[in-house]
């Protein structure tokens, strides 16, 4: 195996190289901000013409193919990328350090997958949270502070090659993925359009509207390593519930907050922070309970009346979020006032259940490959964290391999 050497990250890369001036004059610009890419997934490029719209302050940052950008703050949400390819005129948020990887030292995606390791994004929000700042933030040089065991040239090109197969297939079913959801969507409004169904309001059709606990309820001294899981917002993300990591408490615990204890079938909001989030416990899930944290509230629906799934697409859809965010609080941190009194007035169009029953038919094998995908793509993840720490360390040796 070839020798291997421990070296500080800032002498194989360098950050923020270059910044766009104004007296460049582009007519208009593709805009990335932090929030807007999650795990080299991203979800929303801002198109601005510059003649008629105002620039953000924070559209400064150039980048060019093969840099990654990491945002500087919270490491531990995860808003960092690869580019592999972009827009005319694309700026990124200075809120991004922009990483530009000496290739005659690195590979570039070597580089990348030792930043976006758990046990690098743990040091780099453990460094953040000593900050000064408002909130937990890096700076540039604690990213270029950090030491990497960087090993020869084509070793490094043997682990990428290793590690991209199974992001590749990692990619693969998030594709096929969002195709799926694009057909549940499409059958959900098909069904919409083809009647003047009834309006019914979540009162009409709900079993059960309750908050999350107090936040003196649930602490961090509560927090126990086995026990029943704690929902926040990191767990709402997409249409399901997401299972990562959680925290818990104990049994006994959860049952003094039995009011706040959700099932397969829930739908779960988040009413303070990332308001607009709205996710349904799926059957085989990890658990067969848990509870709420503060930020967030639940509906549960009689299964008599609507079919669950139904009322998650309505959530999801333009119209739904509409109805849901006209409740927010225009000031401090986005809120939505009363949430539980007024989620029980939002109106919906409700089908008859035996329409309802016809359309759970056609989508619920879609959803059910859905979540099976996903299933697998959190064992692939699994497997590629595992893997990581041991090819970049030299324990899996790679020399003999050919890719």
């Not at 766009?20 to 990335?32: D, H, I, M």
């Not at 409740?327 to 009194?341: E, L, R």
């Not at 029980?344 to 169009?349: L, M, N, Q, R, T």
Request: aromatic fraction near 8%; hydrophobic fraction near 35%.
């Amino acid at each position: 195996m070839a020798e291997r050497k421990a070296i500080r990250l800032g002498s194989v890369v360098r950050t923020n190289v270059s910044t766009y001036s104004e007296k460049e004059g582009w007519a208009f610009v593709n805009y990335l901000d932090t929030g807007n890419i999650t795990q080299d997934t991203i979800s929303e490029i801002q198109r601005i013409n510059v003649g008629t719209d105002k620039l953000p302050s924070r559209a400064r940052r150039k980048v060019q193919i093969g840099n990654i950008i990491y945002s500087t703050v919270r490491p531990n949400q995860l808003h960092y990328g690869f580019i592999k390819s972009q827009p005319d005129n694309f700026l990124v948020s200075t809120g991004f350090a922009v990483i530009d990887v000496n290739e005659k030292e690195a590979v570039p995606e070597y580089i990348y997958y030792f930043l976006t390791h758990r046990d690098v994004t743990e040091r780099l929000q453990a460094i953040a949270e000593q900050s000064t700042s408002a909130y937990p933030s890096i700076k540039p040089s604690d990213i270029e502070d950090l030491t990497i065991d960087l090993p020869p040239i084509e070793e490094q090109r043997k682990i990428v090659g290793l590690l991209k197969m199974l992001d590749g297939k990692i990619k693969q079913n998030t594709e096929i993925n969002n195709n799926l959801l694009q057909q549940a969507i499409a059958l959900y409004e098909h069904l919409l359009q083809e009647a003047e169904w009834p309006t019914a309001t979540i009162l009409d059709i709900a079993e059960k509207v309750a908050m999350g606990p107090f936040g003196s309820n649930i602490k961090v001294s509560t927090f126990v390593p086995e026990g029943v899981p704690i929902i926040s917002g990191n767990h709402l993300r997409g249409y399901f519930l997401e299972e990562p990591e959680f925290n818990y408490i104990t049994e006994e615990h959860a049952e003094r907050l039995k009011n706040s204890i959700v099932y397969p079938h829930d739908l779960i909001f988040t009413h303070a922070g990332n308001i607009g989030q709205v996710a349904m416990i799926p059957d085989g899930c990890k658990y067969d309970r848990y509870v709420l944290s503060q930020r967030q509230f639940y509906l549960r629906c009689d299964a008599t009346k609507v079919v669950p799934e139904f009322l998650l697409m309505f959530f999801h859809s333009a119209s739904g979020q509409h109805e849901l965010l006209s409740y927010a609080n225009q000031t401090g941190v986005p809120s939505i006032a009363q949430p539980a009194s007024n989620l029980k007035k939002i109106p919906f169009k409700c089908p008859p259940m035996q329409e309802q029953l016809k359309w759970q038919e056609q989508v619920h094998p879609l959803l059910g490959r859905y979540l099976n995908n996903r299933l697998e793509n959190e064992k692939l993840s699994a497997l590629r964290d595992a893997l990581l720490p041991k090819l970049m360390s030299g324990e899996l040796d790679v020399s003999s391999i050919d890719l």
